[in-house]
């Protein structure tokens, strides 16, 4: 694969697990995410445990990674797919349990709506299980009124 002739673009990737070894699961991703081809793992998150928010099973493992990287939009999203595929991810209904779940929160300031891909994730300002690890990274992308909007959801930093 050759380098892509692209200036490098900060992307902000959410990081999710409720089935197995969840902690390891996050773990293991974010070492994934530090080998990601023409990118740079330059930061994430504390690990945070949450209850399941519009989903079901044990509690999630869930955490945020900051990447700079010279992939393209679709081409992140098909490498953390690969990622999620090795640890093992099923999709069998909606919001089912998971091994493991990595979005794509932004990418630079980038706008996107397509059947794959939607930028910034179209959810992101409404759970805290994104608000509180990105808040560790880019506190600046999190206002009052998105504290608001998720005060009334669980969430317990783990220590680290």
Not at 101 to 123: E, I, K, W
């Amino acid at each position: 694969m050759s380098i892509p002739a692209r200036d490098p673009v900060t992307a902000y990737v959410a990081l999710g697990a409720n089935l197995g070894d969840a902690r390891h699961s996050v773990l293991t991703a974010l070492e994934a995410l530090s080998r990601l081809p023409h990118s740079q793992l330059t930061g994430h998150s504390h690990l945070y445990s949450t209850a399941p928010y519009e989903a079901e099973g044990p509690d999630f493992v869930n955490a945020v990674a900051r990447i700079e990287t010279r992939l393209t939009a679709p081409d992140l999203l098909a490498a953390l797919q690969a990622i999620e595929n090795l640890a093992g991810r099923q999709r069998p209904y909606t919001h089912a349990p998971r091994t493991l779940d990595l979005d794509v929160l932004m990418f630079g300031h980038a706008t996107m709506q397509s059947t794959r891909l939607n930028l910034p994730h179209p959810r992101w300002r409404e759970r805290a299980f994104v608000l509180w690890p990105l808040a560790d990274l880019a506190p600046e992308w999190v206002t009052g009124e998105d504290w608001a909007r998720v005060a009334q959801q669980a969430i317990t930093r783990l220590p680290d």
